[in-house]
């Protein structure tokens, strides 16, 4: 972890050497030594990254790099905090105040030279101390040990699978001749080898295939072990000479041996793409129905294997849980009533996961089985489980050792949050770019590469997806237990953050935790502690029980977390906005609750800020100070009520002041903001939440709207989302009423008629329509009708109408010919759907909820086709 610590801090010194160069002038001679330094450093520890157990040498000197680069990152911030402060000053001020601290740069270069030269010694003396031969053995014995262990958890009870079997024998024995892979995916523990096990013995399988294999893998196997594995399974001929062949010759003969017969190899616990090209052409494709199956932590690897879609192996359900726990704990005995109640907590506390249950059984069945006992670990089951002596964490541990260094931070900040939390993924996203964990690449977005680090964490079934959004992308997502204990436990270990909470309270002094999550009740925390200047964190999380924030602490933040980049406030209660945050000069990232109308002038001092997140229950309004458009790294300005933009002044009017801005939300209508977008002062914005609050003022006139409208598609080039709300009249005269570079449009609270659905299916690029609160006017006939139109809606992939007064839906052959999803909620009124909906080709799922007793009828008779699946609630 040491290796992303510092490639992280390397990555952010390079950005800040060139954008903030004016900052670092005097002094950037030495800071560019540093960066060479550090770059020595890091190809060190990239060189020793990836051992489990290294030589207490190496761990020695990791730590040294570590702290040396937290120690050079404290001097330049501040330096920086200094030239920043003594920039805001008068020029009377300034004579007061003198810059003399580049001697700190100079005595952190003679730490980091002290540390090379340690580094040096550690090459030249490797041979002599044998450090390489000492990790190597270590590593591959402790590997076999844990293999050996995991296996052993694993196949040790079957509970549950009944569904799961039934699938996969299916898919084992029956459908095509042609040979096919099959794969399980999971997360660790979940019990994938137990399943592989329980189908290779189901008689089914075995009198079905004319041989079968099976063969373990690991995270460090390689092809020529599992080939002669599988060639002592078939029982090759000369099997003492396979040892002698090489990699090919083998792959070749094994070819040779299962030609024409039809076979099934069992490829168990495999993490390499690699793999299954090395040991894949050894298995013949003839036309007999012979089978691969593959089971792995990693999605990739059997979507690699195989264009048949994985089995998601899912956790256990309580029922389930409790079977295997009783089934652990009793050894076929029955449990006794008085511990009934008990064990049930206890096994629904492992969350499904089997390698919990079992582990936490076997602890169970070695001690006295009485009341008082089981009691004392309600609530604290995963300080058991996370004991070093039951290798639990180990065994999970064996994702993350398996990450790449730039998913390693992403994961471990999971541990953050409290346990159960549901993260919401597009917040998750933008704390990660704060923090400096996401690097452009090439010309693409951050946002989009952020995504994908948050697919491939799913993907290695290190995260679950809690929910989705419209366009397929994940909504929240959230940790198991276990795993997030392997979060905070690598964390503190690394010093990457520590954890705070009334149920785990720490005495530590936080003076060199990097990141800071205090959760419970905070306020309580505050007031029991004083403010530490030395502490050094950069984010501070707080995760509270609706607790009020005051004045103390805010003095508390603003005295001894003078360099945060993140401030993440949740469910706390703001009354007070200080002057003071303005010394908070790094923050990148600030999420509050406040109920205040108006934001303080001093905000808009934070020259780094990106993301600024406002959360209030109140309806009124809030006015932005005029300093707003003086911050040019603003990225998202999101506001959950009512949000008005002030003047710009004269000399910002036409600079583009907030070409960074991307998101704004809640952005209140009126005239001026027509004027101020057309004024061109956000040009790169990707989505707009537009909202009419009345509040006494008069209606927007539909003329009005229109103007509003057409203005986006020459002022917003970039724009993609479009979320408007409250408007309730809308102009008709123009097709060209909404850009044409829109993907998604959401309509709330509004009244429209028939020809909004003529204009919205001339947009060539809408892939989601979400209408919510909507009336549908029109006359006769006319009123609550939506009709789509022949060669309207190309592109449209998903429709959500909730609580839409809609009557009538007429549909025309080949409109919406792209449409994937549909979704109805509390739309009473309707009473049918059309049938040319059946006959959409790319339609794969209805959802409907709260409708009419007619529309469930007619529905509950429906007869979908092309696989489409019917919900209904």
């Known amino acids: 972890m040491a290796d992303i610590i510092v490639d992280i801090f390397m990555k952010n010194l390079i950005k800040l050497l060139g954008h903030e160069a004016n900052l670092l002038l005097k002094v950037k001679g030495q800071v560019c030594l540093l960066q060479d330094d550090l770059g020595i450093m890091n190809a060190f520890l990239k060189d020793s990254g990836g051992k489990r157990n290294e030589h207490h040498l190496v761990r020695e000197i990791i730590n040294q790099i570590r702290d040396v680069v937290l120690e050079v990152e404290d001097v330049i911030d501040i330096y920086m905090v200094k030239v920043i402060k003594q920039r805001r000053r008068t020029l009377l001020g300034r004579a007061f105040h003198s810059i003399g601290h580049a001697n700190l740069l100079h005595d952190v270069s003679n730490q980091t030279t002290s540390i090379k030269n340690k580094i040096r010694n550690i090459y030249d003396n490797k041979a002599t101390f044998g450090i390489g031969e000492v990790e190597s053995n270590a590593n591959e014995e402790a590997e076999q040990s844990l293999q050996r262990r995991r296996r052993n958890v694993e196949e040790e009870d079957v509970v549950g699978f009944v569904n799961d079997t039934a699938t ?152 389930e849980s409790w079977e295997l726990f009783r089934k652990k704990v009793f050894r076929g005995e029955n449990c006794p009533s008085n511990l009934e109640t008990l064990g049930i907590q206890l096994a629904e506390s492992c969350k499904g996961l089997p390698l919990s249950i079992v582990v936490l059984g076997g602890l169970l069945a070695k001690q006295e089985k009485s009341p008082r006992i089981w009691e004392k670990m309600i609530g604290k089951v995963n300080s058991y489980l996370t004991d070093n002596r039951t290798k639990c964490l180990d065994i999970l541990a064996l994702s993350y050792n398996h990450l790449p260094g730039y998913l390693k931070s992403c994961f471990l900040y999971f541990g953050m949050f409290p346990e159960g939390h549901k993260i919401n993924a597009r917040e998750l996203m933008k704390l990660w770019m704060a923090e400096g964990f996401i690097q452009p690449i090439g010309n693409r977005e951050v946002d989009d590469i952020a995504e994908d680090y948050l697919e491939e964490l799913i993907d290695r079934s290190l995260i679950q997806v809690a929910s989705k959004r419209s366009d397929g992308g994940v909504k929240s997502c959230c940790i198991h237990d276990l795993l997030r204990d392997l979060c905070i436990k690598e964390s503190v270990k690394e010093k990457f953050f520590e954890i705070h909470s009334d149920a785990d309270p720490s005495e530590s002094s936080m003076i060199k935790a990097r990141r800071l999550s205090i959760q419970g009740n905070t306020c309580n925390y505050f007031l029991s502690r004083t403010c530490d200047p030395k502490a050094c964190a950069r984010s501070l999380f707080l995760f509270s ?204 609270s509004s009244i429209m008629v028939p020809e909004h659905f003529r204009i919205l299916g001339k947009l060539p690029n809408l892939r989601i329509l979400k209408l919510k609160d909507v009336t549908l006017n029109g006359s006769g006939t006319q009123r609550g009708l939506i009709r789509f139109v022949a060669g309207e809606f190309p592109k449209l992939e998903v429709i959500k109408m909730i609580s839409v007064e809609i009557v009538t839906w007429e549909m025309e052959r080949d409109a919406m010919p792209s449409l994937q999803h549909l979704v109805i909620n509390f739309c009473y009124p309707l009473r049918n759907l059309p049938n040319e909906l059946c006959r959409l080709t790319h339609l794969r799922l209805i959802e409907v909820s709260n409708i009419s007793k007619e529309l469930w009828n007619m529905l509950k008779d429906l007869n979908m086709n092309n696989g489409c699946k019917l919900i209904m609630d």
Request: net charge positive; with cysteine.
């Open 545 to 748: 029980e609706q607790n009020n924030f005051d004045s103390n602490h805010w003095r508390w933040i603003y005295k001894g977390f003078k360099f945060i980049r993140v401030s993440y406030l949740w469910n706390v209660n703001l009354h007070s906005f200080p002057s003071q945050i303005r010394n908070l000069i790094y923050l990148k990232y600030l999420r509050i609750n406040s109920e205040m109308n108006f934001i303080p002038a001093s905000i808009c001092k934070l020259q780094f800020l990106e993301v600024f997140d406002l959360r209030s229950s109140s309806s009124e309004s809030i006015l932005l100070p005029k300093g707003i458009w003086m911050m040019n790294q603003l990225r998202h300005l999101k506001v959950s009520r009512s949000l008005q933009l002030p003047d710009p002044a004269e000399r910002i009017t036409g600079t583009n002041p907030l070409r960074n801005l991307q998101v704004i939300s809640a952005l209140s209508i009126n005239q001026k903001t027509t004027l101020l977008i057309r004024k061109s002062l956000f040009p790169n914005l990707r989505k707009l939440h537009l909202l009419h609050k009345h509040n006494g003022i008069r209606n927007w006139t539909g003329q009005e709207v229109l103007e509003l409208l057409t203005s986006l598609e020459d002022s917003l080039p970039s724009l993609r989302v479009l979320k408007t709300e409250s408007l309730w009249k809308f102009s008709l005269n123009r097709f060209d009423m909404y850009p044409e570079s829109l993907t998604k449009i959401t309509n709330i």
């Open 168 to 319: 996969l024998v299916k898919k084992l024995v029956e459908g095509t001749l042609k040979r096919q892979v099959v794969s399980i995916i999971g997360m660790g523990g979940l019990g994938k080898t137990t399943l592989a096990k329980k189908i290779y013995n189901n008689s089914r399988v075995k009198n079905h295939f004319d041989c079968r294999a099976w063969v373990n893998g690991s995270q460090e196997c390689k092809s020529k072990e599992l080939l002669l594995g599988i060639s002592r399974c078939v029982e090759m001929e000369k099997s003492d000479e396979l040892h002698k062949m090489s990699e090919e010759e083998l792959r070749i003969a094994l070819n040779k041996h299962l030609k024409g017969k039809r076979y099934l190899i069992v490829l168990d616990d495999i993490w390499k793409v690699e793999i299954w090209d090395e040991v894949g052409a050894a298995f013949p494709e003839d036309l007999n129905g012979s089978r691969i199956l593959i089971t792995s932590r990693i999605k990739e690897v059997a979507t690699h294997a195989s264009s048949t879609p994985p089995h998601l192996l899912p956790f256990l359900d309580k029922n």
